[in-house]
Structures are given as C-alpha cells and as structure tokens.
C-alpha cells in the first residue's frame, strides 16, 4: 500500500480526542502483524484508548524513532464542503480531518515499516503512536514512563507534525491551570454583604494582563519564533447563577506558553503571588481566596541548531534550515524526562490544522516517503 491509501483507511476512523483511538490503534496492529511485526500497547485506565510502540530490527540497541498522535480536534461548529472522516482528492490535495496533523506522517512512516521489513536493519526502526497529544501531549505519558527502564533507549526521536519537512529544534512548553475564585453570596439589593467572586476574578486577570504587558515590555525573547516572549492567556471564565446573587464562586482557566529561558515554577509562584495580592485588597475579608491549581504541564523543546539530531535529519531532508515552532509537541517529552535527542519534521503546513476542509499536498506525503526511505537507507 502506498502512502495515501494507508492516510484514507487512517482518517476514516473518527479519532476526536473525546472519543476512543481503539479502532484505529488496532488498524495499525493488524498491519505491522501481517507484516510479522509485534507491537506493544498501553491501555489507558477507562480501556477506551491506547499507545502503540513496535520495533523493527535488532533488539540490543537503540534506533530512530517515529513519534506521531493519532487524535485528532473536533469538527463540530465547522462547516465542511464533503464527510470530513472520508479522504477526497481534488486539485494534488488530500483532505479530511487529521490529514495533515498528523495522520499523514503517520501513514508515511506505516509504508516505512511495510518496506522495513524487506531490509536488514543494522538499527532499529521505531514506532509510537499515542493517544490525546491534542488535549496535552496526555496519552504518551504511560509509554515514556515505561521507557524510562528500558535498557536501550531510542538514539534519535522524529516527532512528524507538519513542518513542511523543516527541522523544528525548539517549541514552547505549556502550563494549564485552574483559578478558583470565593466570595461569599448575598442578595444583590445589598451586595455589601456579600463579597462578589467574580469581581475576584477580573481583578486577578488584570494582574494576569499587566504580567503579560511587562513580559512583552522588558522579558526574555527568542526571537526564532513568531510571538517570541512568553504568553499568557485565560481562556475560559465561569461563574455567577442569577443576576440578583453576589457570586460566590467564579472559576478561571489559565495558561502560560513558556520560553526555555522562563522556568514555569517561577511562572506558577508569580501567579500566586498575584492572587495573594488580589486577596489582600478585599481588607482581610476571611471569605475572600484564590487556589491556583495545575492542570497540566509539557515541557518546551530546546535542542541544539548544532546538535547531532538536526544534522541526521538534514541529511534524510536535504534542508539544513532550523526553525522553531508555536505548538506543543511530545519532542520535549521525550527529550527532557528521556534524554532523547529530539526534533520536530512532518508532511504538510500546520496552517491546515484544525481548520474545515484540512488538506496535505500529494507532494509532501510524496516528500515525507523519500526522506523515510532515506533514513532506510540510513539504518539498514
């Protein structure tokens, strides 16, 4: 099978984060298994969803890895001109849902592992699929826990979002967190009373916002990336059920995308700091408080232009041109709790992603198989 037709069995499987990747994970089962390839998988604790790693060739020794996320976002609210979970081809473009991120690498590196299994590998093709990278880079966890009592870890790790095939050294990491804000209700018509959460709240995001004016004034920049400081970011707001109450409650989600040189436990304690001082203006009141919690973290990715990586992959590409990237991936994952030398190169433009009728050119997966089969060459 080629490269496209392994993308239109791929994206026919309606992997939404929300939903289980277990059909899809067992499509790819099934084909390393009738290719004579095991694979391993890691069950999430509701059974709904799993990791798939495999190897190819020897055993005693680390390889290259491939590392890609087989969820994909939602299509609700969109408006798309045909079945966003069947594969259309129209004018050299491949689309669907998940097309290019990240279905298509995916795809390309199945065919790798197909005509793997035809060579004599001196090192190691390897495998990993993961589930819920979307929501937080969440279901490749339990693999990389595993890893980390392997004897023979991965020597080089490619994560394949789309780059249009350019060598990513380096991304953001992320920190989501929850502001709960108490007050303390009362009946509107005597809000003295009362002590209005919500108010809380807004008080805390103009902290948030001053915070993020000073970062964009005199902090740390890198300037390789598009927004090249550190931002920060509420997203979502809830509180208050009826006009005529003082709120008592209100609840904020937070994040910040951090450059390297920005240590998110600093971060975290300036925004506590910040809500201490939101609660010291409310005069003592012994109802007013604010609990920051963390939701979740990934770390950012920082390798080397020069490191040993970037060099490897320049060679399969032919595209010695670094570039650092705005999204997340499980690069940093793998490089900061492992030790892996990590870089990001996929098939495809990531400004396809996540919008209605997502495409991958014919010509980048064509792309992505010829610097696959140049890594081939490479192991065998």
Same mark, same amino acid.
């Given at each position: 099978?080629?490269?496209?037709?392994?993308?239109?069995?791929?994206?026919?499987?309606?992997? /939404?984060? +929300?939903?289980?990747?277990?059909?899809?994970?067992?499509?790819?089962?099934?084909?390393?298994?009738? +290719?004579?390839?095991?694979?391993?998988?890691?069950?999430?604790?509701?059974?709904?969803?799993?990791?798939?790693?495999?190897?190819?060739?020897?055993?005693? +020794?680390?390889?290259?890895?491939?590392?890609?996320?087989?969820?994909?976002?939602? /299509?609700?609210?969109?408006t798309w001109t045909a079945d966003p979970f069947r594969l259309r081809e129209r004018s050299g473009r491949l689309f669907a849902r998940g097309a290019a991120d990240m279905k298509g690498f995916i795809a390309c590196a199945l065919r790798a592992a197909d005509l793997a299994r035809q060579r004599h590998l001196q090192i190691p093709l390897q495998l990993a699929f993961s589930y819920d990278e979307e929501v937080g880079c969440?279901?490749?966890?339990?693999?990389?826990?595993?890893?980390?009592?392997?004897?023979?870890?991965?020597?080089?790790?490619? /994560?394949?979002?789309?780059?249009?095939?350019?060598?990513?050294?380096?991304?953001?990491?992320?920190?989501?967190?929850?502001?709960?804000?108490?007050?303390?209700?009362?009946?509107?018509?005597?809000?003295?009373?009362?002590?209005?959460?919500?108010?809380?709240?807004?008080?805390?995001i103009g902290r948030i916002r001053a915070r993020q004016a000073e970062i964009e004034r005199s902090g740390r920049r890198d300037e390789s990336y598009e927004v090249p400081y550190t931002t920060l970011h509420v997203g979502v707001i809830r509180g208050g059920s009826a006009l005529n109450i003082v709120p008592d409650a209100c609840e904020l989600e937070v994040e910040f995308r951090n450059l390297a040189a920005d240590a998110p436990e600093e971060l975290i304690a300036a925004l506590r700091a910040d809500a201490a001082a939101v609660v010291a203006a409310s005069n003592g009141d012994p109802d007013a408080h604010i609990e920051l919690q963390v939701e979740n973290a990934y770390p950012g990715l920082d390798t080397l232009p020069d490191a040993e990586v970037v060099a490897f992959v320049a060679t399969l590409t032919g595209n010695r041109e670094c570039i650092k990237v705005g999204f997340g991936t499980e690069g940093g994952l793998f490089s900061g709790s492992l030790g892996i030398p990590s870089i990001v190169c996929g098939p495809?433009?990531?400004?396809?992603?996540?919008?209605?009728?997502?495409?991958?050119?014919?010509?980048?997966?064509?792309?992505?198989?010829?610097?696959?089969?140049?890594l081939l060459e490479r192991l065998a």
């Open positions: 099978m080629n490269s496209a037709q392994i993308l239109e069995r791929l994206t026919a499987f309606p992997t /939404v984060s +929300r939903d289980s990747n277990l059909d899809l994970i067992e499509y790819v089962r099934d084909f390393l298994a009738a +290719r004579g390839v095991e694979s391993r998988l890691y069950v999430d604790a509701s059974g709904r969803k799993a990791n798939l790693y495999a190897s190819i060739g020897p055993t005693d +020794r680390g390889g290259i890895l491939l590392s890609g996320h087989t969820d994909v976002v939602p /299509v609700d609210g969109q969440l279901g490749i966890r339990s693999l990389i826990d595993d890893m980390a009592d392997w004897t023979h870890l991965p020597k080089f790790c490619i /994560v394949g979002e789309p780059t249009m095939l350019r060598t990513a050294v380096g991304h953001k990491g992320k920190t989501a967190l929850k502001a709960h804000c108490h007050g303390r209700a009362a009946h509107s018509a005597r809000p003295a009373a009362g002590l209005n959460a919500i108010h809380l709240a807004t008080d805390f495809g433009s990531i400004e396809q992603a996540h919008k209605p009728d997502e495409y991958i050119a014919v010509d980048e997966l064509a792309r992505c198989d010829s610097m696959l089969d140049a």
